[in-house]
């Protein structure tokens, strides 16, 4: 039984930075993707960024990159994202997802690709 948890969310003022963690447990990944995703009240589930485990690729939308960094552990099994420069419409529910299949073309970025989620970890930055 894979599960993945997320830490690091909290309060923070626009222009501070934060670091989640997703810890995945009950199976080692050596391929596939871990992602994080994020969910504003009222929007869909959003790609935000994800790293491949085998040659660490990385991938980002577009609203996040140069102020996001997404990097892994794998000998913790451990990914995490950087957030640097944070605005109030980063507020949201951050989730980390996880899949151990080869990834091939924009899958990656895909909310129905992923096989395993966390239960989420809330960001908040204010005005």
């Known amino acids: 039984q894979v599960q993945l948890v997320e830490s690091g969310g909290g309060l923070v003022q626009a222009g501070g930075s934060l670091r989640l963690s997703c810890a995945a447990s009950?199976?080692?990944?050596?391929?596939?993707?871990m992602g994080w995703f994020r969910q504003a009240p009222g929007k869909e589930r959003a790609f935000v960024a994800a790293i491949t485990w085998s040659g660490g690729s990385t991938y980002y939308a577009d609203s996040v990159k140069g102020r996001f960094t997404i990097s892994r552990d794998n000998a913790k099994n451990t990914v995490y994202l950087q957030m640097n420069s944070l605005k109030p419409e980063d507020t949201a529910g951050y989730y980390c997802?996880?899949?151990?299949?080869?990834?091939?073309?924009?899958?990656?970025?895909?909310?129905?690709?992923?096989?395993?989620w966390g239960q989420g970890t809330q960001v908040t930055v204010s005005s």
């Open positions: 997802a996880a899949d151990g299949e080869v990834v091939r073309g924009a899958v990656i970025r895909w909310t129905g690709w992923y096989d395993y």
């Open positions: 009950g199976r080692t990944f050596s391929t596939g993707a």
